[in-house]
Every structure is written in structure tokens, then in C-alpha cells.
């Protein structure tokens, strides 16, 4: 981690990169387009951390390779001195934030600086990151495009280099979606094995904690950080698994693995616009030609009504998860497509739910036979790139369904069946904007999932572009 390097060389301090984080986001949040990356930040706690950091490198024992380093944290995510609004304007008030989520305690017992709780699309409810009441998170490679969500200014902050890691959480590509759409890698591991105590129960049995990074090895340090033994009282119902095996970390400069194969769907690869498919079919090909990789043709059905059974899932477990406080609300605070999301959410069934359960457990068996002839699924991240941001949305929210559909078509595996994916970027479209390429694994397979999107990585970094907004706060100049 280029932090940890510069520190230890005296270059710079982290006393140094939070003042220069500080003015960053004071300059990002400047008309006339205001990137909205923060919900919450407080410059006298992210000084006082980095000062004490900085006494630590001065003295020569720093914690951790993350000592110093600025991450920051979805505002899903109970994280102090600050309040947990899911994006609205009244979850706070009813469920106040009383103390650090298990991952936050882990990530300040590496040395890490909590940099405050950044912007996204309220309640989880949305792909654009368009949130009325904080403003919508701009695209860093174009402010006039969307950044996705719902994990939206966790994937901005580290695109635009504010910061080398972000957590997200991921209850329907809202990790791997928004990383995909601003360039950066977004890495969610298998369910199970990062503690969710302190993160909101929007969706317990798809939801998951991710890493948004701008390179595999920064999102593999802190996935070692945060991930492991879960808390007593914290129950972990695995779709695909009823333990906990013991992690790996692997070299990830090492040898790349041999003779891996790489199932790929055909039709549901190509479901996509021409540039993303062109785009992440090369680049495909360009990882089994250059490792001596192969690909295996597969088939997946009933993809569709995966996705079904996903969303009704979803809305289930959101409405009853938060139906105490629903019952009191004016739906006047929410913004119009949160307001429309929840009416739907609120009307599913019992019997719905079962279906859909059982959908879960036919799709579980079918991802199991194909894990049984490969080691990967690989797929376009998103159907489209970043698409414009309508002015009308921006006081309201808004409802794109045909977008909306084409940005999470290949996210739901991941968060249905608890699979563990990542996005690397491979390569941008036409107009600039980035595009991402997807690798899902096996359950626990995440040592493998990081040798194979590492190595991806390595052929297409050289290819990389800055965007339009980057701050380099490494830079003492």
C-alpha cells in the first residue's frame, strides 16, 4: 500500500494527507458541479487520529500496514462520532448510533483513519446514487453522469483518490456496481465471513460488507483486517455453506494459478451494450491467452426469475426490517422512488417469500454443477456504462427501470446465492467511462477469486486512466 510506503519513508505524514484530505473535500463539494461525497465528515476527529498515527510512525512502531491510511465508510455502517442515516433524513432519530460496528473496531485496531460516512442511495433502494436529500454523488470520470449506488460515494471517494480503500455493503451489486461505474475494483466476499453486528439490517440474508479499492491488493488488506471470527451472538445463516472453513491469504505476486477455466454464458455474457461486451470479451480473451486459460461454455437458466426471486427477497426482509419505524413515518421524507420502492416492498406475501426461497435453493444446486466443471463464472460487471444525470431526479430521486435493470443484471448471483465477485476495471467506452469485468466463485474460493482478477488486473493496468476529478493527496506539493 503506497501509504504505508510513504509514511515509512518520512515523505509525508498522516498528519499531512488528512490536511489535504480535509481541503479535497471541501474543494469536491464547490460549485457548480458539488461531487456530494459526504453525508458526514468532522475535521477535528480525522486530525486527532492522524496526529496520533503520526506520532506512532515518528516513534517507529506503527501498527499496521493500514496505520494512517484514510478510509471511509458507507453510512450503513455504525461508525462514531457520527449518526447511521441510510441516506434519509430520519432513520437516525429512531435508531440512534450508540458505538463502531464490529469491522470499524477491527479497522481501528490496524491504525486506520476513519475519514466519516459518505453519501449514497437512500435506503439501499436505488442503482444511481441520485439521493434528494444529500445531494446525488457525481461520476469522477464525468460529474454528469451517475456514480451508481448504492454504495455511491464509497466507489466516487476512491476513484476521484481521496481515498485508496471505502467499505461498502453489497445487497444487490451495491459494492461491485458503483466500483464497476467509476473505474475502481469492488470485491464482495463470501456471506458469512465479514461481521455485519452494527451494519443496518436492511437485507439479512443477501446483504454483505464490501471493499471498494483502486487496486486488488488494497481491497485484500483490508478484507484480511475486517474479515474473520464473527461475534457470538451474531447468526450466520450461509445459503451455500453451514461452516466457516479456515481463510487463505495468498502471494498475490506470485505464479498465477494453472489451468483454471472460466465458465461463461454465452447469451447472458453478451446481454449488454456493444461496448461492454466488445470490451469484456477482449479482455477475456486476453486473460486465457496470455495464462493459457480456458473458457467453458455453460448454461444458466431461469436467470430471470433468479432475479425475481431476488428482489422480492430483498423487499421482504427491507419492509420487515423496518416496518416498526415505517409505521410512524410520513412517507414525505422519503424521496419518490424510495417512497415507490417500499409501497412495493411492503406488498409482498409470505407465500412470495417462500417461492422465492425456493428459487434460491434450485439456482444454488445449478451454480453448483457448474462449479463442478469450473473454477470461475466470468461475466460483463454492468450492462451499461454511467449514464447521464437527468435534472428533473435531482430534487425527487429517481425510477429508471430500463437502466436500473441493465446495471444490476449480473450483480444478483452474488448476493442471492452468497457468492464471493469482484470487478476489475478492463478497459472504458466510447466516451471515456469505465468498464468493468465480473469474476464469481464457488463459495470460500476467495484466495483463488483474488489470483484470477489479480492477475486480470496486471494486463490492464498499464491501460489505466485518471479521471476528470482526482485529488493526489499522497503529494505533499
Not at 55 to 66: D, K, V
Not at 191 to 206: A, D, E, K, R, Y
Amino acid at each position: 500500500m503506497d501509504y504505508s510506503r510513504a509514511y515509512s519513508s518520512g515523505k509525508i505524514t498522516p498528519r499531512m494527507v488528512a490536511e489535504q484530505f480535509i481541503d479535497a473535500v471541501l474543494e469536491s463539494s464547490s460549485p457548480p458541479l458539488p461531487m456530494s461525497f459526504f453525508i458526514n465528515y468532522d475535521e477535528k476527529d480525522i486530525l486527532r487520529q492522524a496526529t496520533e498515527s503520526t506520532l506512532r510512525y515518528e516513534r517507529g512502531y506503527p501498527i499496521s500496514a493500514l496505520d494512517g491510511v484514510p478510509i471511509a465508510i458507507k453510512d450503513e455502517i455504525d461508525c462514531l462520532p457520527y449518526p447511521t442515516t441510510g441516506g434519509t433524513k430520519w432513520l437516525h432519530k429512531v435508531r440512534p448510533c450508540t458505538g463502531d460496528a464490529c469491522i470499524i473496531m477491527r479497522l481501528r485496531s490496524c491504525g486506520a483513519i476513519i475519514v466519516g460516512k459518505t453519501n449514497m442511495h437512500e435506503l439501499g433502494a436505488g442503482a444511481s446514487g441520485i439521493n434528494p436529500h444529500y445531494g446525488t454523488v457525481r461520476n469522477p470520470y464525468d460529474p454528469h453522469k451517475i456514480a451508481g449506488g448504492s454504495s455511491s460515494a464509497s466507489a466516487a471517494v476512491v476513484s476521484a483518490g481521496l481515498c485508496p480503500v471505502a467499505l461498502g455493503v453489497d445487497g444487490g451489486g451495491s459494492v461491485r456496481m458503483p466500483a464497476s461505474l467509476c473505474g475502481i475494483v469492488g470485491f464482495k466476499p463470501t456471506f458469512g465471513c465479514i461481521p455485519h453486528s452494527g451494519v443496518l439490517p436492511l437485507n439479512w440474508t443477501v446483504g454483505m460488507v464490501g471493499m471498494l479499492a483502486g487496486t486488488l491488493e488494497d481491497a485484500f488488506i483490508v478484507y484480511a483486517a475486517i474479515s474473520g471470527q464473527l461475534p457470538s451472538h451474531e447468526r450466520t445463516p450461509l445459503p451455500l455453506s453451514t461452516s466457516s472453513p479456515k481463510m487463505h491469504f495468498p502471494l498475490l505476486n506470485s505464479n498465477p494459478i494453472s489451468n483454471i477455466k472460466l465458465a461463461k454464458y454465452g447469451e447472458w455474457f453478451n446481454y449488454c451494450n456493444d461496448e461492454v461486451r466488445v470490451c469484456c470479451s477482449d479482455a477475456l480473451d486476453l486473460l486465457c491467452e496470455h495464462y493459457k486459460w480456458k473458457t467453458v461454455e455453460v448454461t444458466i437458466p431461469d436467470i430471470e426469475a433468479m432475479i425475481l426471486a431476488h428482489y422480492v427477497t430483498v423487499g421482504s426482509e427491507c419492509s420487515t426490517s423496518l416496518s416498526s419505524y415505517l409505521e410512524n413515518l410520513d412517507f414525505a421524507e422519503l424521496g419518490a422512488d424510495v417512497r415507490v420502492a417500499l409501497r412495493v416492498c411492503g406488498s409482498f406475501h409470505s407465500k412470495e417469500y417462500l417461492k422465492a426461497q425456493k428459487m434460491r435453493n434450485r439456482q444454488m444446486q445449478i451454480y453448483n454443477n457448474i462449479f463442478a466443471m469450473a473454477d470461475i463464472i466470468v461475466t460483463p460487471t454492468t450492462g451499461v456504462t454511467a449514464y447521464l444525470i437527468s435534472d428533473d431526479a435531482l430534487k425527487t430521486g429517481e425510477v429508471d427501470s430500463i437502466n436500473g435493470a441493465a446495471l444490476i443484471r449480473y450483480q444478483i448471483a452474488g448476493n442471492f446465492l452468497g457468492l464471493p465477485a469482484v470487478t476489475v476495471p478492463v478497459g472504458y467506452d466510447k466516451a471515456g467511462m469505465p468498464i468493468g469485468l465480473q469474476f464469481i466463485g464457488k463459495p470460500w474460493s476467495e484466495a483463488t477469486l483474488m489470483h484470477i482478477a489479480f492477475a486480470m488486473q496486471a494486463l490492464c493496468i498499464s491501460d489505466y486512466r485518471k479521471p476528470k476529478v482526482f485529488y493526489n493527496i499522497l503529494d505533499k506539493n
